[in-house]
């Protein structure tokens, strides 16, 4: 029942000219799939913006633990975010508070979802929940935020921390705990509270010790998450056994190869895109360093960049050899696994 009042929730942010633009957007995309040419497409629905690269954690597989990025880190301009807002709120139906870093280090991040709340654009973003105390819970909740993805990657401290370095699994429950009292408290449905299980080798053995905690504290959906590897070929401790858990399979010579087919299409570059914290506008999540520049929103509005011949030329690549594009090389879009646990 919670999921369906999440999905009412997130129909209940459309109009007409959204809807349009939406099936713009589907129509043109089966066009450019299914013909082999290429058909521009709406507007982007959705787009993933990123407050900050800063982050309080050291996960090893993740640029911002690592302190890895080759592009400068900072804190996102709200005046960027509100510009970029007003040019995109006719058609922009969900937004994404997260790239790289942990968002609740920006301290104007409830502004910003406030912000975009109000303008009847669905809000969600993801954390590894150390700053969710009381009194940023309760902030949270009356933000109107309609997601929150709070990372739980294992049901004991010591299972945690082998991924999450040098975070504490007491502080994560608390702060659920908080979110769960807040949204009671204010008789709130917002926001759809997540629990975000990245599946390692090290915490495989807790899934149903991860499913029993997420109800027991009271969050609406417990979701499974195979992990990104970065030297995968060779195998690694982080890939777990279980196989519906992995990216990555065996192949005949004992090396480890990605399980997506990676067809010569891609959903995510006719339907959004990321914006870094500076304003640059970047194919998908998997481009960590935006290597792939498309545009930049402090110099041009997004209809010019999502219609730019730089960005149409990078649709047709990924039409003619997905393959051959290093930051699709890595990429779970297009491979069919479903981990979601309600």
Not at 28 to 49: E, F, N, Q
Not at 140 to 151: C, E, K, Q
Request: some cysteine; proline content about 4%.
């Amino acid at each position: 029942m919670t999921q369906l009042h999440d999905h009412i929730n997130l129909l209940s942010k459309l109009d007409v000219r959204k809807v349009r633009n939406a099936y713009q957007v589907w129509k043109s995309y089966r066009r450019s799939k299914g013909s082999g040419g290429y058909v521009a497409p709406g507007l982007p629905l959705s787009i993933a913006i990123e407050p900050t690269t800063s982050c309080n954690l050291r996960c090893p597989e993740c640029p911002s633990g690592l302190r890895s990025f080759t592009r400068p880190t900072g804190m996102l301009e709200q005046r960027l975010f509100e510009r970029s807002i007003e040019q995109m709120k006719a058609h922009l139906i969900y937004l994404t508070f997260y790239f790289q870093g942990e968002p609740y280090l920006h301290r104007q991040f409830l502004d910003m979802v406030r912000y975009a709340s109000d303008r009847r654009i669905y809000t969600a973003t993801s954390t590894n929940a150390h700053y969710l105390d009381d009194r940023q819970a309760e902030a949270t909740v009356r933000s109107g935020l309609d997601r929150l993805i709070i990372s739980v990657d294992g049901t004991t401290q010591e299972t945690y921390q082998n991924y999450r370095v040098g975070g504490s699994l007491d502080k994560v429950l608390t702060g659920a705990r908080n979110m769960v009292k807040w949204k009671r408290e204010l008789k709130s449905k917002t926001p759809h509270l997540i629990f975000q299980f990245l599946v390692v080798g090290p915490n495989e053995h807790q899934i149903d010790e991860a499913k029993q905690l997420a109800k027991d504290i009271g969050v609406n959906e417990i979701q499974f998450k195979t992990a990104q590897i970065y030297d995968y070929q060779n195998g690694s401790d982080l890939i777990p056994e279980n196989p519906q858990y992995s990216r990555y399979r065996k192949n005949a010579l004992g090396k480890f190869e990605l399980k997506n087919p990676l067809l010569n299409e891609c959903w995510k570059m006719w339907q959004g895109c990321v914006v870094t914290w500076d304003g640059k506008v970047v194919p998908c999540c998997f481009d960590k360093d935006a290597k792939h520049q498309l545009g930049d929103l402090n110099e041009q509005p997004m209809a010019e960049i999502w219609y730019s011949d730089k960005y149409t030329n990078f649709r047709k690549s990924v039409l003619q050899s997905r393959s051959n594009i290093d930051i699709c090389q890595n990429c779970s879009e297009g491979l069919k696994v479903s981990l979601t646990d309600g």
